[in-house]
Every structure is written in structure tokens, then in C-alpha cells.
């Protein structure tokens, strides 16, 4: 008998009839014996619609009092999921974040978890019942009730199948698992049977948007087996995991991840003196804007020019705060740019492949597309180039790297 914590996103329990399905996978699960404890979202669209009430009343809801009214969301799903399984004849209870006693810090809106109670779960289970969670959600020390941000389900989840040692925890989404990229910009895409903690991180921050960062981040730290599977398609998904296979078939590269959300920065004729950076980025930091490659050049008149990248959002933002920087340190220019792109590839394999960053700029060069920036880690390397030829880019990594699958219908 294996303990397994299922988590279950707002598609996967959108509707009633979704809810139905979602009861059945589970009555499934328990008829082999195994323990079940299961975490919801809210259904699909209720927490947008929620925060939208709360923005007729307010244009900046009261954190405490938005965390009090979005939490009803995951409420309604957990009773309803509950009473589905009970009408199968499947024993199930369901609680809250706070009746768990899921305690987090006080930031609403943003908590982050800090303990979490077992006992009474524990209990549930040893009576032969389904555990039903709403995700999502907690209580500080005070008992005022709090969220997780978005995305916080994953977290949820994932910090329960810790807390109850589990044997795996299970997030099931819309897709079947997590592929060597995107299939709607690579259609030999494949799907990965398994992928280390490390590479999904990298993967989950480069664009990848299958699971969240803080989950990955929490599963990593705890040793919690991930696994990413369908809501509704059978099949076995794919495993994150920290084993590192050592093996003939280790592929260099796992998958290559993009973002469109990209725009670029530059300072022209900056002095070129100690603390230069700080100058121009503290700034930008203050601005509560995240910068994210880096790439400094010295002239022979000892200026510098300097860029950077930040989310397109904050484009306008950066720049407004780059002008006034720039005033001030008599720069020569400030430019933009915001049709740009970033490119990645991640893998492991990396430690024990030399070259793998000249073999990805030849395939791009094979393909005309200039390289912007370059920035790498142990386990990755991304280039900015122009957006217009990021899926001729991925599509030609993707084939240099030998990922394509012989179909062209993933595995």
C-alpha cells in the first residue's frame, strides 16, 4: 500500500461533470489499496472572478480580507469533490487549509508555508478515508486565514506529500507530462519519461509553464517524487525526480525552453569605474523590477556600454528609470528593444559533454539567426535573439540536439 497525494488544477474540477471524473480516477486509485489524500483548486475562472468582486469595492483590496474571500473558491470544490466520492461509496472528508492547520507566515496574499499539522490527516486515513485539501491556502499564527499566490495548489501539494512522507505526489493537468519542448511550436516534441528536479527548475523559470517554481523548488528540497500526468488521459507521465542516471543513454539536453515575455535594455557611454553595475541596476532594483541577463561592453574610450533584460511588462518602467539613471551619469543613449526573445537549452548531461554551447550557436547559425546575448549555467545555456525567429530557433535546436521524436506525434 503506497500513501499518494493527488493534486487536481481548476481545469481538472471546472464543472460538475469534470468533478465527477476527477472522483472516478480516485475511487479507481483506492480500490488498488492505496492511501489517497487529494489537494484542489478552485474551479477554473472562480478565483479571477472573486478578485474581480473584490476590485468593484476596492481598486486595492485589504490583503487580509481578499485572502478571506478568495479562499472560498477551493472551499466549494473540496465539499463537491467529497460528495462525489461519497456518493460512490468512497469514505471521504474535506478540509480547509486552516482545519488542517496548514500554518504559513502573515503575508496575504504571498504566504509561505511554515508547518504543517499531519495528525489529523493521518487519522482520516488509518479510518480507510479519501482526504480531501482545499489548496491554495492556510492560516497564520493569529488564525487569520491566507493564500499562497498563485499557482499555490502545486504548493500545497506538494508540502502535504512531505509532511506525510508520501511516496509520490501526483499533479495532474491539462497535459501528459512534460516534453522536450513546447508540441505546438515542435511537433515531434517528446515527452519525457523522467527529468531531475535541477532541469525541471531551470525549465519551469526559462518558460516552461507545466509546474510552478516554488513546487519544484519545495519538492527538491524534500526529496518529494513529482510526477506530472493528465487529468483525464491515462498514461504514466512523467517523473521529476533527483536521480541522475549515469548511462550510455543519458541525452546531453532534456529540452529547450522559451520565453516571448523578453524585452532589452541598453545604456550607451557610461563611465567606465568600480561599482558601474550597482549604479545602473540599483536603480532598476529599487524599481522592484528583476533584471535577468547581463552583458557589459568596454570601449576603447573607456566607456561602457551596457544591457540588460527584464519581463515585457516592466519594459516602459526600466526605462523610465534608465533615462533618469542615465541623466544623471551623462550617458551617451538609452535604447530598447522589446522584439526579442529567449532561448534555452537544459540538461544535466551538460557536465560531462563538452561543446554543447558551440553546437547549439552552429545550428542556429545554419539558420541565419544572429545571437544577442549569451548567458549559461552548469546545466543550461540561453541566448536572446529576435522574436520573429524564436520558433525557426527552437525547432532547429530541438533537431540538433537529437530530440525530435520519429513520429513527430511525441511518445
Do not use: W
Not at 500545497?156 to 505546438?184: F, N
Not at 515527452?191 to 507545466?210: D, H, P, Q, Y
Not at 569605474?273 to 552583458?295: Q, R
Not at 540536439?401 to 506525434?409: I, R, Y
Amino acid at each position: 500500500m503506497a500513501l499518494i497525494v493527488q493534486k487536481f488544477g481548476g481545469t481538472s474540477v471546472g464543472t460538475v461533470e469534470r468533478i465527477e471524473q476527477v472522483a472516478e480516477k480516485i475511487k479507481r486509485f483506492r480500490e488498488k489499496g492505496d492511501d489517497i489524500v487529494v489537494v484542489v483548486s478552485a474551479m477554473s475562472g472562480e478565483t479571477n472572478r472573486l478578485i474581480d468582486l473584490a476590485k468593484q469595492i476596492s481598486a486595492e483590496p485589504v490583503g487580509r480580507e481578499l485572502d478571506v474571500m478568495v479562499s472560498t473558491g477551493e472551499q466549494v470544490t473540496i465539499a463537491l469533490l467529497a460528495m462525489a466520492l461519497i456518493k460512490r461509496g468512497v469514505p471521504a472528508v474535506s478540509y480547509t487549509g486552516a482545519q488542517v492547520r496548514i500554518l504559513t507566515d502573515s503575508a496575504h496574499t504571498k504566504a509561505r508555508i511554515l508547518q504543517i499539522d499531519g495528525h489529523r490527516i493521518q487519522a482520516d486515513l488509518k479510518e480507510g478515508r479519501v482526504v480531501v485539501v482545499a489548496g491554495f491556502q492556510g492560516v497564520d499564527a493569529q488564525g487569520n486565514i491566507t493564500t499562497l499566490g498563485r499557482g499555490g495548489s502545486d504548493t500545497t501539494g506538494v508540502a502535504l506529500a512531505a509532511a506525510l512522507k508520501a511516496d509520490e505526489c501526483q499533479i495532474y493537468t491539462d497535459v501528459d507530462g512534460v516534453y522536450t519542448t513546447d508540441p505546438r511550436v515542435v511537433a515531434k516534441a517528446r515527452r519525457l519519461e523522467k527529468i531531475t528536479f535541477e532541469e525541471m527548475l531551470e525549465m519551469a523559470s526559462l518558460g516552461s509553464k507545466v509546474l510552478q517554481i516554488r513546487s519544484v523548488e519545495f519538492a527538491g528540497k524534500y526529496n518529494v517524487p513529482l510526477r506530472v500526468l493528465h487529468s483525464f488521459q491515462e498514461g504514466p507521465g512523467t517523473l521529476i525526480t533527483l536521480d541522475e542516471e549515469e548511462s550510455m543513454e543519458q541525452p546531453i539536453i532534456s529540452g529547450i525552453a522559451f520565453n516571448r515575455d523578453e524585452a532589452k535594455l541598453t545604456i550607451r557611454g557610461v563611465p567606465d569605474t568600480p561599482g558601474i553595475a550597482f549604479k545602473i541596476l540599483g536603480p532598476v532594483s529599487a524599481a522592484n523590477i528583476e533584471v535577468d541577463m547581463i552583458v557589459q561592453n568596454v570601449a576603447h574610450d573607456k566607456t561602457t556600454d551596457f544591457t540588460f533584460t527584464v519581463h515585457r511588462n516592466d519594459y516602459a518602467s526600466a526605462f523610465k528609470v534608465l533615462e533618469a539613471t542615465a541623466a544623471e551619469m551623462g550617458a551617451r543613449e538609452v535604447s530598447g528593444d522589446t522584439d526579442i526573445a529567449k532561448v534555452s537549452i537544459v540538461g544535466v548531461g551538460m557536465r560531462s559533454h563538452a561543446g554543447v554551447a558551440s553546437r547549439m550557436f552552429e545550428a542556429l547559425a545554419k539558420e541565419s539567426i544572429n545571437i544577442q546575448m549569451i548567458s549559461t549555467s552548469e546545466i543550461k545555456v540561453s541566448v536572446v535573439i529576435e522574436e520573429k525567429y524564436l520558433e525557426l530557433a527552437v525547432r532547429a535546436l530541438h533537431t540538433a540536439f537529437e530530440l525530435d521524436s520519429p513520429s513527430g506525434k511525441g511518445e
